[in-house]
């Protein structure tokens, strides 16, 4: 059984950072894409953040590029985003992903395997 586990949330004030891991286990790693997707209260889930299995490309939201980095440790099938200079707007529950291994990664994103979700991570960034 694949399982995607998120840790790193919590209550930052604007301006902070965060840094959110994803521990994958139970499933096939290897050569997919993986990212962050998150989901604001009342707003549709959207992409944040994606990495090639080599790690040689990666995109990110218009809203996050310049202060997110999404980074990948393929040995240790995790996948990471530091997060700095946080805005209230980024309140949101953050969600890991990883595609089905056919798919692309591309600036809009990509499309998560169904089975390949985390439970997400809460992030609040007070004002």
């Known amino acids: 059984q694949v399982q995607l586990v998120e840790s790193g949330g919590g209550l930052v004030q604007a301006g902070g950072s965060l840094r959110l891991s994803c521990a994958a286990s139970?499933?096939?790693?290897?050569?997919?894409?993986m990212g962050w997707f998150r989901q604001a209260p009342g707003k549709e889930r959207e992409f944040v953040a994606g990495?090639?299995?080599?790690?040689?490309?990666?995109y990110y939201g218009d809203s996050v590029k310049g202060r997110f980095t999404i980074s990948r440790d393929n040995a240790k099938s995790t996948v990471d985003l530091q997060m700095n200079s946080l805005k209230p707007e980024d309140t949101a529950v953050y969600y890991c992903?990883?595609?089905?291994?056919?798919?692309?990664?591309?600036?809009?994103?990509?499309?998560?395997?169904?089975?390949?979700w985390g439970q997400g991570t809460q992030v609040t960034v007070s004002s």
């Open positions: 992903a990883a595609d089905s291994r056919i798919g692309l990664l591309t600036p809009s994103g990509f499309v998560p395997d169904n089975d390949y």
């Open positions: 139970g499933g096939t790693f290897s050569r997919r894409i």
């Open positions: 990495i090639t299995w080599s790690g040689r490309t990666t």
